[in-house]
T-cell receptor, first 117, second 116 residues
């Protein structure tokens, strides 16, 4: 079974600065998807960014970018120009691209990000 | 377009009571699922369905029952509620086929369940 590990339970960043959240995963598969989700206090699950494993190019979405290292099984999220609204729990998640594993998202335990004004 | 709608948003149950969490989606998605989120944890899959009449167990299925009679609806039943089922429950759906953003999963807003 795949596992996802987020080694930083809590992080903080100064407003307008850059922060990187870490995620590692364990899999024997070659084709899969990786995701970062943001969960504010409302508990809504908001997709921040996704990465297809077959793509070598790192995904970017405005101020959010990832560093995808397939061989190292690492998938970190970089938030640039941090804003107060970025404060939330961030979850890293894995999904297989095919087969039974494609029906399940496997989540890490999350990183709580605080943004300091 | 309402997306994924869950009801109720909040519920308090007594131990041993049964209840149903409702989930509906209007995106004609084949895949629907239920996750639970406990303190300090990410979401864990309870049950899922890949189409009407087809359901399967996820990582934590015990104590829950599901059925899928229509494409739109996927209710989650708690048969005899226990305090260990106190959690936040999320329904989610997506297209089965497609690549890229075509099979992005959409989450409901969550249902807070407390069992006393």
């Amino acid at each position: 079974a795949q596992t996802v590990t987020q080694s930083q339970p809590e992080m903080s960043v100064q407003e307008a600065e850059t922060v990187t959240l870490s995620c590692t995963y364990d899999t024997s598969e070659s084709d899969y998807y990786l995701f970062w989700y943001k969960q504010p206090p409302s508990r809504q699950m908001i997709l921040v960014i996704r990465q297809e494993a077959y793509k070598q190019q790192n995904a970017t979405e405005n101020r959010f970018s990832v560093n995808f290292q397939k061989a190292a099984k690492s998938f970190s999220l970089k938030i640039s120009d941090s804003q107060l609204g970025d404060a939330a729990m961030y979850f890293c998640a894995y999904r297989s691209a095919s087969g039974a594993g494609s029906y399940q998202l496997t989540f890490g335990k999350g990183t709580k990000l605080s943004v300091i004004p | 377009n309402a997306g994924v709608t869950q009801t109720p948003k909040f519920q308090v149950l007594k131990t041993g009571q049964s209840m149903t969490l409702q989930c509906a989606q209007d995106m004609n998605h084949e895949y629907m699922s239920w996750y639970r989120q406990d303190p300090g944890m990410g979401l864990r899959l309870i049950h899922y369905s890949v189409g009407a009449g087809i359901t399967d167990q996820g990582e934590v299925p015990n104590g829950y029952n599901v059925s899928r009679s229509t494409t739109e609806d996927f209710p989650l039943r708690l048969l005899s509620a226990a305090p260990s089922q106190t959690s936040v429950y999320f329904c989610a759906s997506r297209r089965l086929l497609g690549t890229g953003t075509g099979n992005t999963i959409y989450f409901g807003e969550g249902s807070w369940l407390t069992v006393v």
